[in-house]
Structure formats: structure tokens, C-alpha cells
């Protein structure tokens, strides 16, 4: 059985800079693309950042310049760098892959149980 495991939210002062993980483990053949998502109380659930096998990166406008994004595929673990952080970046982290397990070999998406980020003023 394939999961992910997030690491790392927790409540930090604005300014401040927090470092999320996320762990693929189990029946797994290759992981492809690994990102974050986000969701704040009475919001969408939005992506935050997204990186390819190949370390392809893409960030969503709010958070271009604070946060980074990078991932070690030995580990199968994706990493979240976040400085600069605001009140705004508030909300519960969800570590998202496509992953082709070893049985059966269809590539399926997997969400993470969320980790929770507070900023605060």
C-alpha cells in the first residue's frame, strides 16, 4: 500500500520560514510528479507548488520568491522551503504525487493527511 507521510507544519511569527516533507513509502516502482497543496478555512484547496521528475518547477503567483520546492528521489520525499512567510500562507498543507506502484502498475494520485501551517502577526 502506497502513502504519504507530511512533516514539518507547525505555528511560526510572520517573517519567519518553516520547512515541510513529505515521504513516499511502500509498493512503489516510480514516483513522477510531487507537489504541495494548500487549504485555508472556507477555501479551495489550491496548488502551492508543483515539481517534476525531471525537476521541473512551477509556483503559484503568491508564493514566487518565498518558497521553494525540491524533492530527492532516493528518498521518494518532496521538500516545501517556505520563508518570508504571511498571515496569508495560513492554512493546511497537503502533499500530492502520481505514483506507479509496483502492483498493479496503473499510475494513480495520492494525497498526503495535511500538515497544518500557522502564521501569525
Known amino acids: 500500500q502506497v502513502q504519504l507521510v507530511e512533516s514539518g507544519g507547525g505555528l511560526v511569527q510572520a517573517g519567519g520560514s518553516l520547512r515541510l516533507s513529505c515521504a513516499a513509502s511502500g509498493n512503489i516502482f516510480r514516483v513522477d510528479h510531487m507537489g504541495w497543496y494548500r487549504q485555508a478555512p472556507g477555501k479551495q484547496r489550491e496548488l502551492v507548488a508543483r515539481?517534476?521528475?525531471?525537476?521541473?518547477?512551477n509556483y503559484a503567483d503568491s508564493v514566487k520568491g518565498r518558497f521553494t520546492i525540491s524533492r530527492d528521489n532516493a528518498k521518494n520525499t518532496v521538500y516545501l522551503q517556505m520563508n518570508s512567510l504571511k498571515p496569508e500562507d495560513t492554512a493546511v498543507y497537503y502533499c500530492?504525487?502520481?505514483?506507479?506502484?509496483?502492483?498493479?502498475?496503473?499510475?494513480?494520485?495520492?494525497w498526503g493527511q495535511g500538515t497544518q501551517v500557522t502564521v501569525s502577526s
Open positions: 515539481i517534476t521528475s525531471g525537476d521541473s518547477t
Open positions: 500530492n504525487a502520481d505514483i506507479l506502484p509496483v502492483q498493479p502498475r496503473v499510475r494513480l494520485n495520492y
